[in-house]
Nanobody
Framework: QVRVEESGGGSVQAGGSLRLSCRVS????????IDWYRQAPGKQRDLVAR???????YYVDSVKGRFTISRDNAPNTVYLQMDSLKPEDTAVYFC?????????WGQGTQVTVSS
C-alpha cells in the first residue's frame, strides 16, 4: 500500500517562511515526477513546483526565486521551502507522486499567509 502525506502547513505573516514536507509510505517504483500543487478557495488546482527523476526542477513563474523543491531518497520525502510568502500564496498545498502508470495524491495541507 502507498500513502502520500503532507505536513508543515500553517499560518504565517507576509514575508515569512514555511517548509512543507511530503513523505511516501510504501514502495513506489519508477518515480517519474514529484509535484506540488496548490488550490485556493474557488479556484482550480495549479502546479507550483516539480522535480523529475533526473533531478530537474520546474517552478511556476509566480514562485520563482521564492520556493525551492528538493528530495531525500531515504526516507522517500520531498520538500517545498517557501520563502518571502505573499497573501496570494494562501491555498491548500497538495503533493503528487507520478509513475508511468499511476498517480498518488496526498490529502493536502493548508497554508495561510496574512498581510
Amino acid at each position: 500500500q502507498v500513502r502520500v502525506e503532507e505536513s508543515g502547513g500553517g499560518s504565517v505573516q507576509a514575508g515569512g517562511s514555511l517548509r512543507l514536507s511530503c513523505r511516501v509510505s510504501g514502495r513506489i517504483f519508477n518515480v517519474h515526477t514529484i509535484d506540488w500543487y496548490r488550490q485556493a478557495p474557488g479556484k482550480q488546482r495549479d502546479l507550483v513546483a516539480r522535480i523529475s527523476s533526473s533531478g530537474s526542477t520546474y517552478y511556476v513563474d509566480s514562485v520563482k526565486g521564492r520556493f525551492t523543491i528538493s528530495r531525500d531518497n531515504a526516507p522517500n520525502t520531498v520538500y517545498l521551502q517557501m520563502d518571502s510568502l505573499k497573501p496570494e500564496d494562501t491555498a491548500v498545498y497538495f503533493c503528487r507522486w507520478t509513475t508511468v502508470s499511476t498517480t498518488y495524491w496526498g490529502q493536502g495541507t493548508q497554508v495561510t499567509v496574512s498581510s
